[in-house]
């Protein structure tokens, strides 16, 4: 199995993420999606990280399509772990939430933030590439606030995110903040419930091969793997 990814793309963190909680290694191929590879192009037309290509070279793409095919194929044998609750009321609420930093959080806060300071270094200038665009950038550290007190509102009344168990949406939230915690963007004194919820996660063993993660030229933020920040 192949996860064809950019180490800061969020949605293909999310997907590791996944593999992690289920025990899965998959051999990961990293591709910068703005030199739009013909052999990348050829497994999605759509040129977007992740894409997973399995042992028979059956092609899933998109974070949203993969989780949803690695829960049907893999989900049942997780038993109580499994990452897409079984109940119909319940699973809504994990989607609704997964599709609310996949799709809001990424388009107000991630992808602003990680186009700006991280993609925009490698990109060649008459790609969009060059120096970051500060406006944008202050922007998004405005946004993250209110995402990071729905987070902690969230958490008066559950355990997890959508529930009593880890499920996607944890994940979705914390891939996605993860790229801009690597970047010292995220306001952790914002919401004290959203600290201490990310704490909780980032402890897990699936998230250790993402702590470990480093950028040449810019380093993490102090408190990027530091568990007890």
């Known amino acids: 199995m192949k996860l064809h990814h950019h180490p800061f793309c969020a949605h293909s963190r999310l997907v590791r993420l996944a593999f992690g909680e289920m025990g899965i290694e998959p051999e990961l191929i990293e591709e910068r999606v703005w030199e739009r590879r013909p052999e990348f192009l050829m497994l999605d037309p759509a040129g977007e990280t992740p894409v997973l290509v399995e ?13 949803e095919y690695l829960d049907e194929t893999r989900g049942h044998a997780l038993n109580g772990r499994r990452l897409l609750p079984t109940e119909p009321f319940e699973r809504v609420e994990v989607r609704r939430l997964s599709a609310w930093f996949n799709e809001k959080f990424f388009t107000e806060v991630s992808e602003p933030l990680v186009r700006e ?3 925009k270094r490698y990109m060649p200038r008459e790609l969009g590439g060059g120096p970051p665009d500060m406006a944008v950038i202050r922007a998004a550290r405005s946004n993250i606030r209110y995402h990071l007190q729905y987070i902690g509102w969230l958490l008066k009344t559950r355990n997890w995110l959508a529930g009593e168990r880890l499920s996607y949406a944890d994940l979705a939230a914390a891939a996605h903040i993860s790229s801009v915690d690597y970047l010292g963007d995220v306001p952790w004194e914002e ?5 201490i919820w990310y704490a909780r996660i980032k402890s897990r ?16 933020a102090a408190c990027y793997a530091d568990l007890d920040f």
């Not at 042992?55 to 989780?67: E, Q, R, S």
């Not at 919401?191 to 600290?195: P, S, V």
């Not at 063993?205 to 993490?220: K, W």
């Open 55 to 67: 042992d028979d070279g059956f092609v899933v793409p998109g974070a949203a399509v993969i989780t």
């Open 117 to 119: 300071k991280v993609y």
């Open 191 to 195: 919401d004290e419930g959203a600290k």
């Open 205 to 220: 063993p699936a998230f250790r091969p993402l702590l470990a993660l480093t950028m040449a030229g810019m380093p993490p």
